[in-house]
């Protein structure tokens, strides 16, 4: 999918010691997890490459007062409730759902982030096969109820 700005996770957290969290604000402990504004990408770009092609976008919009207005690629339904910062706290790592987004150029959508799908690691979860995931809060309830996701 293009973007307006051409960006590649791979290079990012290849070659730096960033984590989603970095540019994804809210991914750890918030409901979303945000897709960056020009003020997190200036944080390091504001001077690092900055006079690359590839940023002249960035830039510009820094200078008009503009948003970068990216093209969420894992967007869903809005009848459905995704907590970030639930499923960080219960070990989910962001690649169970994003893929491996250190190996990709561009990043697409590698999970098809379908009830089918989210409810597959519901039940895993819940019945202990895949420790790493299993729900760390106290008032456990049935992961498959409806109501955990629709609400």
């Given at each position: 999918m293009a973007q307006p700005i051409e960006f590649s996770h791979r290079q990012h957290i290849e070659n730096t010691e960033l984590i989603c969290a970095d540019c994804h604000r809210g991914a750890h402990d918030?409901?979303?997890?945000?897709?960056?504004?020009?003020?997190?990408?200036?944080?390091?770009?504001?001077d690092l490459f900055r006079g690359t092609p590839k940023l002249q976008p960035l830039h510009e919009a820094k200078a008009k007062g503009l948003a970068i207005n990216w093209k969420p690629v894992s967007k869903l339904p809005e009848f459905v409730h995704f907590h970030h910062g639930v499923h960080f706290e219960a070990n989910v790592e962001c690649s169970?759902?994003?893929?491996?987004?250190?190996?990709?150029?561009?990043?697409?959508?590698?999970?098809?982030?379908?009830?089918?799908?989210?409810?597959?690691?519901?039940r895993e979860s819940q019945s202990g096969e895949n420790f790493s995931t299993k729900q760390a809060v106290s008032w456990q309830r049935d992961l498959t109820d409806c109501s955990v996701c629709h609400y």
């Open positions: 918030g409901p979303q997890a945000l897709l960056p504004g020009k003020s997190i990408c200036l944080e390091c770009h504001d169970n759902c994003h893929g491996d987004v250190s190996k990709m150029e561009s990043v697409s959508r590698a999970k098809p982030l379908t009830m089918d799908f989210c409810i597959d690691c519901h």
